[in-house]
Nanobody, 123 residues
Framework: QVQLVESGGGLVQAGGSLRLSCAASGRTFSTNPMGWFRQAPGQEREFVAGIDWNGSITYYSDSVKGRFTISRDNAKNTIYLQMNSLKSEDTAVYYC????????????????WGQGTQVTVSS
């Protein structure tokens, strides 16, 4: 059974930092792109950051570019999201995603999903 378990969310003041982790189990994702999405109350889930299978390519939404950094450790089957200079508009539930397809581009379909972790940024 495949599981993606996020951790590291919480409450932080604007301008602060958090580091999210997503640990995968049940299969290896060392050849699959992975990434992060988020969903704020009353809004649709949106893409935040993605990383290719070996970490050589990363991509971000314009709203987080320059503030967030995605990385992965395939030996641990884990990805991370370092979030700096947090803003109130970053408040959302953050979801980890892993593509079911190897050597592909992370999209919104055909993924495994985690249960989400809450990030709240107070202004």
């Amino acid at each position: 059974q495949v599981q993606l378990v996020e951790s590291g969310g919480g409450l932080v003041q604007a301008g602060g930092s958090l580091r999210l982790s997503c640990a995968a189990s049940g299969r290896t994702f060392s050849t699959n792109p992975m990434g992060w999405f988020r969903q704020a109350p009353g809004q649709e889930r949106e893409f935040v950051a993605g990383i290719d299978w070996n970490g050589s390519i990363t991509y971000y939404s314009d709203s987080v570019k320059g503030r967030f950094t995605i990385s992965r450790d395939n030996a641990k089957n884990t990805i991370y999201l370092q979030m700096n200079s947090l803003k109130s508009e970053d408040t959302a539930v953050y979801y980890c995603a892993a593509s079911r397809q190897s050597f592909s581009i992370l999209g919104t379909e055909n993924n495994y999903w985690g249960q989400g972790t809450q990030v709240t940024v107070s202004s």
